[in-house]
């Protein structure tokens, strides 16, 4: 069974810094792998989303990496800002169309 | 597009008592949507799988005859918490795949149940 893992639960930077969340997954027959942002009593937003045949994608500050070979994705934000600050998801969706989620990031950026 | 949406956002009733929570796909069709639970600082749990036209398919452990789930059109899922007591309050989740065959998910806001 595919299991989903996200280091650190927690991190806190101080504003301006380029940060990495990382995400690794146990089976790398995956179909895409997803990032999300959830804020404190909200639902889930999508922020990218990386087919299996592709390397990374890029949309404003984020940018995010597939290596399905080592079962890693990254989540590269560049000069962080306050409101980054929520918890970051990754989710791999397997080629039996089931979704793992991961046990998510919580990043604070400090002012 | 692809925006899914969710009433009610809170909602707050007294043990014994009934909750339906619904899912909506605004600009497209879902024929399959995900119900899922989320306790504090905790990640998604998966609890059913809602299939238009058909029967949900629930998680082992997920009590089906507790949490009711309906997929009345193709722009509609509905969860029913019946006879709610204070251990089913939580965070609840839907999401749709969205239609650009792509395979992306898109969530709703999210409705939090509190039974008292």
């Known amino acids: 069974k595919q299991e989903v893992t996200q280091i650190p639960a927690a991190l806190s930077v101080p504003e301006g810094e380029n940060l990495v969340l990382n995400c690794s997954f146990t089976?790398?027959?995956?179909?895409?792998l997803q990032w999300f942002r959830q804020d404190p009593g909200k639902g889930l937003t999508s922020l990218l989303l990386?087919?299996?045949?592709?390397r990374e994608q890029t949309s404003g500050r984020l940018n995010a990496s597939l290596d399905k070979s080592s079962g890693r994705s990254t989540l590269y934000i560049a000069a962080s800002q306050p409101g980054d600050s929520a918890t970051y998801l990754c989710?791999?969706?397997?080629?039996?169309?089931?979704?793992?989620f991961g046990t998510g990031t919580s990043l604070t950026v400090i002012p | 597009g692809a925006v899914v949406s969710q009433h009610p956002s809170w909602v707050i009733c007294k043990s014994g008592t009934s909750v339906k929570i619904e899912c909506r796909s605004l600009?497209?069709?879902?024929?399959?949507m995900f119900w899922y639970r989320q306790f504090p600082k905790q990640s998604l749990m998966l609890m059913a799988t809602?299939?238009?036209?058909?029967?949900?398919?629930?998680e082992q452990g997920v009590e089906k005859d507790k949490f009711l789930i309906n997929h009345a059109s193709l722009t509609l899922s509905t969860l029913t918490v019946t006879s709610a007591h204070p251990e089913d309050s939580s965070f609840y989740i839907c999401?749709?795949?969205?239609?650009f065959g792509a395979g992306e998910l898109f969530f709703g806001e999210g409705s939090r149940l509190t039974v008292l």
């Open positions: 600009d497209f069709q879902a024929t399959t």
């Open positions: 990386i087919q299996s045949s592709q």
């Open positions: 989710a791999a969706l397997d080629t039996g169309n089931q979704f793992y």
């Open positions: 089976d790398s027959a995956i179909y895409n």
């Open positions: 809602s299939n238009e036209g058909s029967k949900a398919t629930y």
């Open positions: 999401s749709a795949p969205g239609p």
